[in-house]
T-cell receptor, first 114, second 112 residues
Framework: EAGVAQSPRYKIIEKRQSVAFWCNPI?????LYWYQQILGQGPKLLIQ????????DSQLPKDRFSAERLKGVDSTLKIQPAKLEDSAVYLC????????????FGPGTRLLVL | GENVEQHPSTLSVQEGDSAVIKCTYS??????FPWYKQELGKRPQLIID?????GEKKDQRIAVTLNKTAKHFSLHITETQPEDSAVYFC???????????FGQGTRLTINP
């Protein structure tokens, strides 16, 4: 079974620039999560999709972050404009369940904002 | 909302000894508690989980215990090996929620 795929793996941008991350979940997984993992901390949920609908985006900074999951498969997370404090690893996870259990993580995208 | 505290932040043990990592949670109605292992530069992987109707669960050298009264749960690794070196994260799922709240992580180092 192929795992969760993410790209790019690394990204360096200057503050105020825009950036986008892509996630391809495990085939057939209805639920997709985006997490932000700041160095030395645990993953923090940004947004959760079930199929192509948003279940939870309560911790997504909506003034600069946006995400979509068209057709209920791939997803993109965008930051516009980026701030220094957005430097982190952005993890995508998917699950065949809808209750938060059995999450499979991708390798993450490491973002550095200068 | 739910808050998960994890201790210690770093742990160093001799190979063959046991390691214990503890997490406390704030929402007494939380009902699912997984543990993830993240090796350096790799993705987090689920290693064991426990639900609120169970007090203990074992899988070979790892076990998790849950104390609902005290609102804490612990990861126990016995007969530690060098490949156990990683960052371990606990998490809790608040009741009625479909998401996980993670602890801050514990960096475990196994010394040969």
């Amino acid at each position: 079974e192929a795992g969760v795929a993410q790209s790019p793996r690394y990204k360096i941008i200057e503050k105020r620039q825009s950036v986008a991350f892509w996630c391809n979940p495990i085939s057939g997984h209805a639920t997709l999560y985006w997490y932000q993992q700041i160095l030395g901390q645990g993953p923090k949920l940004l947004i959760q999709f079930q199929n192509n609908g948003v279940v939870d985006d309560s911790q997504l900074p909506k003034d600069r972050f946006s995400a979509e999951r068209l057709k209920g498969v791939d997803s993109t997370l965008k930051i516009q404009p980026a701030k220094l404090e957005d430097s982190a690893v952005y993890l995508c996870a998917s699950s065949p369940r809808t209750d938060g259990e059995t999450q499979y993580f991708g390798p993450g995208t490491r973002l550095l904002v200068l | 909302g739910e808050n998960v505290e994890q201790h210690p932040s770093t742990l160093s043990v001799q190979e063959g000894d046991s390691a214990v990592i503890k997490c406390t949670y704030s929402d007494s109605a939380s009902n699912y508690f997984p543990w993830y292992k993240q090796e350096l530069g790799k993705r987090p992987q689920l290693i064991i989980d426990i639900r609120s109707n169970v007090g203990e669960k074992k899988d070979q050298r790892i076990a998790v215990t849950l104390n609902k009264t005290a609102k804490h749960f612990s990861l126990h690794i016995t007969e530690t090996q060098p490949e156990d070196s990683a960052v371990y994260f606990c998490a809790a799922r608040p009741q009625g929620a479909q998401k996980l709240v993670f602890g801050q992580g514990t960096r475990l180092t196994i010394n040969p």
